[in-house]
């Protein structure tokens, strides 16, 4: 039987093995470019878990499976924090009421665990955490059948990890090529194999016991925006729900944790939303808003947009842009879900638009949304380039809805391009990098390379121009190089086609010594 103190006392020591081996898992990220930082990310988020364990209350295994899960889905980061999060949110809400964990318990938690994580993305890559998560639950199920206790389950599910964590290569060419494992996958099993070490420590020391029971107004297609709660929810079956919603209207979405739902869809009929939902359990929190008399009394202050960035000049060039406020996040753009939600509070507007402008915070910024009470949408743009193209679409006296779609047609209508250095040696699409070298970049692909910076920045440039219809060029120099380099930049690109419009700012980036936008 696990207890609520060896629980706690796993997360610590999962929290203390991930730091220790945050720097190879960073090593092992195949793509050679400076914000590799799966370890990283994994490292704070369950640091950030576990200085928060201090606080949490008495209670059970399950209660205090409630309380890291909620802190984990907070400090989660990157994609690698939020599926470990969504992963342990499942194990939490399987065992929701126990106050202790035994073997069955434990081997579905990881089940549901690894459940919860697939259904949260939208296409899943087999060779990453998920396929570890996976094969580990398998062999926990299987050793759970045997009649082995609790520990001996959790060690089988470990060992199941390692050996899928192998396989990786053979599921990503990619891996393969480079002679390395899933970086996901490896922080994964440095968790678990913290958790196991503590766990068999505490597990002599464990007493058994019994576990207790468990727009515009013409352009408004649905009319209501019915937002509520379920409570008493655990027997719901989300998928269900989920499906109903999408039928009686759109923008639907229920997310579950520890008993509750949330809710949110726009639809003309609300009291079939409720009538379900009351199938399901009780109501609160309900809020119902007709979209059209929202939008006929153009409410201007109704919509704002949270753009993620780094490097205070592109705060500046975001927040030149009505109703934008700029979440200044670390150099590697990697804000936790806590970080967005808590801009996402303090946002002056009902209806938030979030741009991650980095495609490793887009998982963030959706569990963010999940947990918010306003209304928010979490759009497509990966790049900083795209993110201020969004911005500059935005249009406070636009429905949210309108804003939607030009916010994304206009991110989608540009190239983004940057210039940075190889963080390792390494070898992609056929080139091998040496580690210093450096790179130009066509979104996230490696486009050129070379040995000096404003000549690799003019190739780069030239490259997106020649793929594109448009001629308007933005340069954003970053804190590791000055005006004077981006104006010979600007200068060579303008001799060898004259017949575009350059812009250049100052945006003090770190890590990428330019950031470029054709338009």
């Known amino acids: 039987m696990i207890s609520a103190e060896t629980l706690k006392c796993s997360i610590i020591s999962a929290a203390e ?5 945050a720097e190879e898992v960073n090593s092992l990220n195949v793509f050679p470019v400076p914000d590799g930082d799966t370890g990283t ?6 640091t950030g878990c576990a200085n928060a364990m201090k606080l949490c209350p008495e209670g059970g295994a399950g209660a205090v499976a409630d309380y890291a899960a909620g802190e984990l889905l907070r400090c989660a980061r990157g994609n690698s924090g939020v599926i470990f ?4 949110k499942g194990f939490a809400e399987s065992i929701d009421g126990l106050d202790y964990i035994d073997a069955l318990s434990l081997a579905n938690g990881l089940e549901t665990g690894c459940n919860e994580a697939y259904a949260a993305i939208e296409k899943p890559t087999e060779g990453t955490m998920l396929t570890v998560i996976r094969l580990a639950a398998s062999k926990a199920a299987s050793a759970a059948k045997k009649g082995k206790n609790a520990a001996e389950v959790f060690k089988a599910a470990v060992d199941g990890a390692k050996v899928s964590l192998k396989s990786t290569p053979n599921l990503l060419p ?15 099993v440095y968790i678990m194999e913290g958790m196991l070490n503590s766990a068999e420590t505490e597990e002599k020391n464990t007493l058994i016991k ?8 013409q352009d408004i297609k649905y009319t209501y925006c019915t937002e509520f709660l379920i409570n008493g ?3 719901a079956d989300m998928n269900e729900l989920r499906c109903f919603l999408a039928d009686i209207g759109d923008c639907a979405a229920a997310v579950g944790h520890s008993g509750i739902i949330k809710v949110h869809v726009h639809t003309n009929t ?25 939008s006929a009394a153009k409410n201007n202050s109704s919509c704002g947009m949270i753009s993620l960035c780094s490097g205070k000049g592109i705060k500046r060039l975001l927040e030149e842009n009505r109703g934008v406020i700029a979440l200044e996040c670390t150099s590697t753009m990697n804000a936790s879900a806590g970080d967005i939600l808590e801009a996402i509070d303090k946002c002056p507007f009902e209806n938030v638009f979030i741009s991650p402008n980095n495609k490793n915070t887009v998982l963030a910024a959706k569990q963010a949304a999940a947990m918010s009470k306003k209304r928010v949408w979490v759009n497509n743009s990966k790049t900083i380039p795209e993110g201020i193209a969004a911005a500059r679409a935005f249009n406070t006296d636009l429905s949210p809805e309108k804003n939607v779609a030009e916010t994304e047609r206009s991110a989608a209508e540009i190239l983004s391009g940057s210039v940075t250095y190889a963080a390792k040696d390494g070898n992609l699409n056929g080139r091998i990098f040496l580690k210093g070298e450096i790179l130009g970049l066509e979104g996230d692909r490696i486009a050129c390379a070379g040995e000096d910076i404003e000549s690799t920045a003019v190739r780069i ?4 121009l020649e793929k594109s219809i448009k001629n308007k060029v933005l340069l954003i120099y970053g804190k590791d190089t000055d005006g004077y380099n981006a104006e010979k930049v600007v200068n060579t690109v303008l001799a060898k086609c004259g017949d575009i419009e350059i812009e250049y700012y100052r945006g003090g980036q770190p890590l990428y010594y330019y950031i470029i936008s054709v338009e």
């Not at 999060?85 to 342990?88: A, D, E, P, R």
């Not at 440039?461 to 997106?464: D, N, V």
Request: net charge positive; aromatic share 2%.
């Open 461 to 464: 440039i030239m490259h997106l």
């Open 17 to 21: 093995n991930i730091s220790k081996h």
């Open 233 to 235: 929810s655990e027997k």
């Open 270 to 294: 609300p009291d079939k939303a409720l009538k379900k939902a009351l199938e399901i359990g009780e109501l609160s929190d309900i809020k119902i808003d007709n979209m059209r008399i929202q």
């Open 174 to 188: 990619i891996l393969k090529k480079h002679g390395v494992v899933d970086a996901g996958g490896q922080g994964l």
């Open 210 to 217: 019994p576990a207790k029971p468990q727009t515009e107004t």
């Open 41 to 46: 990310n994994l490292a704070l988020t369950l």
């Open 85 to 88: 999060s969504l992963i342990f």
